[in-house]
């Protein structure tokens, strides 16, 4: 699976640029990507998908990296180089007008996934992120990430990061959009599928951004992720 994107965002501060930022003063990063993704997860097929970008915390020692596939997150509590907080982000529908192939499954509707988010950095480069979220309407299932991240300012108006992903699943999440029930198979045609929640995927991301203004950049991205356990079995 494998996504292309860009995203325009617009930082604030209370009182300076967001790269000069003193531990402690709140920051803001809004702004909206659009990528090429697969039209639903496992798809081979890709369309043009949006979503939001929003994050909200205090600075710290070492300056907050953002990654391009970060949930919404707003920072609660931090110290110099760490900080957690609450997280969050949309489950978008899934049903036979994606693909007919998908004909006599269950769909999967709108919903958003409501947890929390944890940071920590052991150098001013490094970044250890873990999110865990549970599904309020959508497929209903509990995810967590877990991520690492390298990141570098060459100068000004430049910055690079990349990193491996991990993706991990609960069963209800596998049910939702990759096993089979009696009754899906008689209205499909599939085979009953049983899949097991655990690892999900595994890959990597990198990007770069260019800082227009102190307070404004756009970002592009390549993901790609490799769907394991009971969706690669699917």
Known sequence: ?????????????????????????????VGA?????????????????????????RAGAVRWWSAEDDSVSIGLVNGDNWRAGAGGALVMP????DDRRLSGLEKVPFGVEIGGFGEFYPTTWLRFRGDLRQAVGGHKGLVGELKLDAFTDPNAVWSFGAGPRMTIVNERYVDSYFSVSQAESAASGYPVYNGKGGVHAVGAIAQASYRWTPAIKSTAYVKYDYLTGGASKA
């Open 94 to 97: 899934r049903n036979r007008k």
């Open 1 to 29: 699976t494998a996504w292309v994107g860009v995203a325009p965002r617009v930082d604030a501060t209370a009182q300076a640029a967001p790269r000069a930022a003193a531990p402690g003063q709140w920051q803001a990063t």
């Open 33 to 57: 990507g659009v990528r090429m993704q697969p039209t639903y997860e496992g798809a081979d097929r890709f369309s043009i998908a949006f979503r939001p970008i929003i994050s909200f915390g």
